[in-house]
């Protein structure tokens, strides 16, 4: 079973979140932390700790994670001039919390895709 995270807690209304958009596979909320005007993760109900452990029978939902993304973009007033989609996977992908989760950065140009250190 994996680890409970605050993003399990979220999603059961455990914990306090800024929710944007909220079904049965997805939720939404605005980043504690923004790196950007927009700052929106956008995460499954069920408990995934990285991508590493996501298996066929995920691919719908995971999928809805993009669908709800772009609806988000859109509303958020973003869509047109671009924003990034980011998904970190454990240490060396700068993972934090360990429930799969897609970041929805925009509202100003993001910069490299990568940043050379
Ligand atoms: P990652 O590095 O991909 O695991 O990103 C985790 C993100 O979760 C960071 O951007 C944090 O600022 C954000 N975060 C952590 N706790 C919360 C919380 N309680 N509510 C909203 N965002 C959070």
Same mark, same amino acid.
């Given at each position: 079973?994996?680890?409970?995270?605050?993003?399990?807690?979220?999603?059961?209304?455990?914990?306090?979140?800024?929710?944007?958009?909220?079904?049965?596979?997805?939720?939404?909320?605005?980043?504690? =932390?923004?790196?950007?005007? /927009?700052?929106?993760?956008?995460?499954?109900?069920?408990?995934?700790?990285?991508?590493?452990?996501? /298996?066929?029978?995920?691919?719908?939902?995971?999928?809805?994670?993009?669908?709800?993304?772009?609806?988000?973009? =859109?509303?958020?007033?973003?869509?047109?001039?671009?924003?990034?989609?980011?998904?970190?996977?454990?240490?060396?992908?700068?993972?934090?919390?360990?429930?799969?989760?897609?970041?929805?950065?925009?509202?100003?140009?993001?910069?490299?895709?990568?940043?050379?250190?």
């Amino acid at each position: 079973m994996s680890e409970d995270t605050i993003f399990s807690k979220i999603v059961r209304g455990e914990a306090p979140a800024d929710i944007v958009y909220r079904d049965d596979r997805v939720t939404a909320f605005r980043d504690i =932390q923004p790196q950007a005007p /927009t700052h929106i993760l956008i995460i499954p109900n069920k408990a995934i700790p990285t991508v590493n452990d996501v /298996t066929t029978d995920d691919e719908a939902m995971l999928g809805h994670l993009f669908v709800v993304a772009a609806k988000l973009a =859109q509303e958020e007033g973003i869509a047109e001039d671009g924003y990034r989609l980011i998904v970190n996977c454990n240490h060396d992908g700068g993972q934090v919390v360990f429930h799969l989760h897609m970041h929805l950065l925009g509202g100003r140009p993001i910069g490299r895709m990568v940043q050379r250190v």
